[in-house]
């Protein structure tokens, strides 16, 4: 697809990349004294399944997919699975429990990657032509909760199209 490594789906950082804390002498004292958890004895938390999540197949009409390849290039727009569960949410504390719990009530349907302002607004053109929602995805962290749905409001039919 593209040369951007992606954030774990299901947590911070990308794969392979972790946090430990053994090689870390004065860590775990500071937290056993801060929040009185031992992390000697504490149960880590494994990775969670991808095949275990409920995720909607794609719903995108094949006009609008050929609209986006015809803008980027095939290489650059997709439907795949683990794309999509990455650009649905992003790593605020909500998000994670969210995605941690099979909680994907609305999954993006589309994620495309632009070269430039030129695909950028052809894209917008070609998402409002379609009546598609277009989120426009940054860094990915969402701590600011601009990937929520405005409260109060009924959700669309949820084709929505991501630019990473």
Known sequence: MTDVEHMKWW???????????????????????????????????????????????????SAFLSSLTDIVGADFVTTDAMDRVVHTYGKSLRDLVRIRTNRIERAVDVVVYPADEDDVQRIVDAAVAEDAVLIPFGGGSNIAGSLEPVPGRAARSCRSTWAA
Not at 19 to 42: I, M, N, R, Y
Not at 50 to 57: G, H, M, P, V
Request: zero cysteines; proline letters at 6%; a negative charge.
């Open 11 to 61: 947590g911070w950082g990308v794969e392979g990349v972790g946090f430990h804390h053994e090689d870390k002498p004065g860590f775990a004292p500071f937290v056993l004294q801060a929040v009185g958890l031992d992390l000697a004895t504490a149960q880590k938390a494994e990775q969670p399944e991808f095949a275990a999540l409920d995720l909607a197949e794609a719903n995108v009409s």
